[in-house]
């Protein structure tokens, strides 16, 4: 999967949550009050059945899932051993 | 979505409601009496595997898939609701550490949790902090040798009397945390609770940290993760169980009531040939059978993994407890100065129901979500991303 099309998915599905068009892609989603309690694990969710990726104990590192950037460098990093 | 069961399915869910016909239904009255749940029920439900059924085979437990979890859920809410509330906590934490846990909490917990030889208990909710749960007081305080130090009092624990693992959240230093904490620790103990409305046989109990020592590899998922990971883990889980009990609970108001109404004579007839008696037993049936598809959604979403899971999962759970105290009510009224009496189910489903509604989120938090979502999408539509 290109980097284009998992910004993509990334996009649409943070879309269904909060107004992408007004965001950043650095924008820090948890800080700024944009989504609510549940939004992390839907993005959980998501990563896991979108990418075939298993979210677990290691990788609850906010780094890893503040920002629309961030969750797209958590996925490349995680697709290779996924595939 | 598929909403018919396959002839497995069927088969399970024949096994879970003739479980509950002889097992559950004839003590759940006398368990509510003398709010007790006798360690003999527990046991039977280790047995049947039902405590461990959400744990993969490879650690000792059925590995049972969530529709099925569901039907199990549902004949237990048929029979009793508090019963209902012991594998609604079992499994909440055993959701959590399956998720969450390292691969020695995996090895070293799940087996007695599938087993039985465990009971864990949930605790999340405080004196004075309920739905605001990221304002948690409990704290935590590491020592020089790894070890935590826990302080804090949680509330409302159902069968906080006999569990023997919590789920804790405690906060370090404004990052809120989740800890497996054992009944025997240093500094923990547990208070009953007693003159609860519902759910009276559950065994309610406070819990008292002071002090409370923790080793250092009993922490949960990471410091700063345990509100919006693992509790929100546990939770999804704990609405979920509790959207299929209701529609059980709902579904005995409606058996109790075709029962009742057929042998209940006034004005020399039955009384279900009254057309009042009928439009209750009509709106009674239907919301019955809404809440019921809720949740089939619901599974059908938590078997894809699907993110809409957990939306979904909080209208089947707002929907279908809302539908358990109007049907229960109903049930109530049919029965008239019967449904007033301990002598008839209908009764304790009235008080029980009432519970429902407030446990796992209380039903204006999910309100309060639902509806910010509906705007959401209602957004994405009209931004010409299809129709949602």
Redesign the interface.
């Known amino acids: 999967m290109n980097p284009e099309e998992i910004t993509l998915k990334i996009k649409n ?1 943070a ?5 992408t068009d007004n965001i950043e892609a650095d924008t820090d989603l948890f800080a700024s009050g944009m989504v ?3 939004f ?7 990563v ?2 979108e990418f075939g990726i298993k979210v ?2 290691e990788d ?3 780094d890893n899932f503040k920002s629309l950037d961030a969750i797209h460098l958590f996925i490349q990093r995680k697709l290779p051993v996924a595939s | 979505m598929d909403m018919e069961l396959n002839a497995d399915q069927i088969s399970a869910r024949q096994a879970f409601r003739q479980f509950v016909e002889q097992h559950v239904i004839p003590t759940a009255a006398k368990c509510d009496a003398l709010r007790e749940t006798p360690p003999e029920l527990i046991e039977s439900l280790a047995r049947e595997g039902y405590l461990g059924a959400l744990v993969p085979k490879e650690y000792g437990g059925e590995g049972m898939d969530g529709l099925k979890w569901g039907l199990l859920c549902e004949a237990m809410g048929y029979g009793s609701a508090s019963l209902l509330s012991l594998l609604t906590v079992h499994s909440m934490v055993i959701q959590a550490v399956l998720k969450w846990g390292t691969q020695a909490q995996r090895e070293k917990w799940l087996p007695p949790l599938a087993s039985g030889k465990i009971i864990a208990g949930f605790a999340l909710t405080e004196n004075k902090t309920g739905s605001d749960a990221k304002n948690t007081k409990t704290s935590a305080r590491q020592q020089d040798d790894g070890t935590w130090l826990l302080q804090g009092n949680k509330k409302w624990m159902s069968f906080g009397q006999v569990a023997s693992l919590f789920l804790i959240l405690a906060q370090i230093d404004g990052k809120a945390t989740a800890f497996l904490v054992e009944r025997g620790s240093r500094g923990f103990s547990t208070e009953p609770i007693t003159g609860m409305m519902g759910f009276r046989s559950a065994m309610l109990a406070q819990l008292h940290m002071d002090d409370c020592l923790v080793p250092a590899e009993n922490i949960l998922g990471r410091p700063g993760f345990g509100f919006s990971h693992v509790i929100g883990t546990a939770l999804d889980q704990g609405r979920y169980s509790i959207a299929w009990g209701c529609a059980g609970l709902a579904r005995a108001c409606v058996d109790a009531c075709l029962d009742y109404t057929d042998q209940r004579e006034q004005f020399g007839v039955p009384i279900r040939e009254h057309q009042l008696i009928q439009e209750m037993i009509a709106d009674m049936i239907t919301q019955s059978r809404a809440a019921q598809m809720l949740c089939f959604r619901a599974a059908s979403l938590k078997e894809q993994g699907d993110p809409s899971l957990i939306m979904e999962t909080s209208m089947a759970k707002y929907f279908a407890s809302r539908a358990a105290v109007k049907i229960a009510s109903d049930a109530v009224q049919i029965h008239g100065a019967n449904g007033c009496s301990n002598q008839f189910p209908v009764e304790r489903h009235f008080r029980d129901a009432k519970i429902m509604e407030i446990i796992e989120g209380s039903n204006q938090m999910q309100q309060i979500i639902i509806a910010r979502y509906g705007y959401q999408r209602h957004q994405i539509k009209k931004k010409g991303g299809g129709n949602p």
């Open positions: 599905f879309g269904q949550y909060v107004n609510n309690s549940l992390a694990m839907q993005l959980v969710l998501f896991e059945k677990e104990n609850l590192d906010i």
